[in-house]
């Protein structure tokens, strides 16, 4: 076969010279890419200096409101305790629809995140005041009315999660570094990670209910979590009940002896005690999970990364084969 001189000299001149537009154009996109980079980098910096504007507001106008709310109570103490004796008569006559009353109050004051903990010490005082100071009552029927509000308003709070403010709680979740883990850990043991997050919270209780309606976790498997919840309930129930005993010591009208104060006292101390190792052991078994599930999640990064950089190489060696077969057939 005969090859034309002229074609042989210019052809790996074209060659060379299709190379090096190929390395300027490379070139080029290396350095639009920096360009980039360049660009968003202080706009990257201002949003982030807007953000932390916005969470600084956000804190100082919620601490300004719960003062403002403090001092409200501390100006009207008199009357709102006129108001709350009224109540407690009120629920004395009526103790069913009482009852319901303050299972919609704790359903409300979930989902629009108010401390379930002062609600709690709420209903122990209000039942124990109700029913005559029958401790045994008080403390069944209080702790059975906080748990059903918790259980309504937490099963609310799922739902809307899932089907109405989905992405924006998925904002809000990225807040804190550990819901990624969270997440990906709810995928593989839904209940147990949820019946750990009820012993021993790692994320606001209000919150989490918000949270798990964005997972894989099932509806069912949440509200069985739920139960874990009676503990801590039935704590701060008891709690509520101490608080009626102290106020009447205070006020000079306790008549059940030191020994029930003792009782109360001991009783107290040993639920606490009881509780602590509870949460201790469910967050030392969380976290265990938790570190687990990020070590596997770096370890796919790491492997993607791996096939990436594979996939790259495999690619420049294809060009470079390309190149090399375009080579020898200009030269044939």
């Given at each position: 076969m005969k090859v034309d001189n002229q074609d042989i000299n210019s052809s790996?001149?074209?060659n060379n010279s299709h190379m090096k537009n190929n390395d300027l154009h490379i070139k080029k996109n290396q350095q639009?890419?920096?360009?980039?980079?360049?660009?968003?980098?202080?706009q990257i910096l201002n949003n982030n200096e807007k953000n932390s504007k916005k969470q600084m507001i956000l804190k100082i106008t919620l601490f300004l409101f719960f003062v403002g709310i403090i001092t409200l109570i501390i100006i009207f103490r008199s009357e709102l305790l006129d108001e709350y004796k009224n109540f407690i008569n009120w629920f004395i006559k009526n103790k069913i629809i009482g009852f319901i009353l303050i299972v919609l109050i704790y359903m409300i004051g979930t989902i629009f995140f108010f401390p379930g903990l002062i609600l709690s010490l709420g209903a122990g005082y209000s039942f124990y005041e109700a029913y005559d100071n029958k401790l045994g009552l008080a403390l069944f029927l209080?702790?059975?009315a906080v748990f059903f509000g918790a259980l309504l308003g937490s099963m609310l709070a799922f739902l809307i999660a899932r089907y109405l403010l989905r992405s924006y709680i998925q904002k809000k979740a990225q807040k804190w570094k550990i819901t990624k883990a969270l997440d990906q850990a709810i995928d593989k043991n839904g209940l147990q990670i949820c019946l750990l997050s009820r012993l021993s919270p790692i994320i606001p209780f209000n919150f989490f209910n918000y949270f798990c309606g964005i997972t894989g976790l099932k509806f069912y498997q949440y509200n069985i979590s739920s139960f874990a919840m009676i503990p801590g309930i039935i704590l701060y129930v008891y709690f509520g009940t101490l608080i009626s005993n102290i106020s009447d010591v205070i006020n000079g009208d306790f008549e059940q002896g030191t020994l029930y104060i003792v009782v109360f006292i001991i009783g107290a101390v040993?639920?606490?005690?009881v509780l602590t190792l509870i949460i201790i052991k469910a967050k030392k078994e969380l976290n265990q999970i938790i570190k687990q599930q990020e070590k596997e999640q770096k370890e796919k990064?790491?492997?993607?990364?791996?096939?990436?950089?594979q996939k790259f190489e495999e690619n420049i060696n294809q060009i470079e084969y390309n190149q090399q077969q375009d080579l020898k057939i200009q030269l044939e």
């Open positions: 790996p001149q074209q639009n890419e920096t360009n980039e980079d360049q660009i968003n980098i202080p209080g702790s059975l040993l639920g606490i005690i990064e790491q492997l993607k990364e791996l096939e990436n950089e």
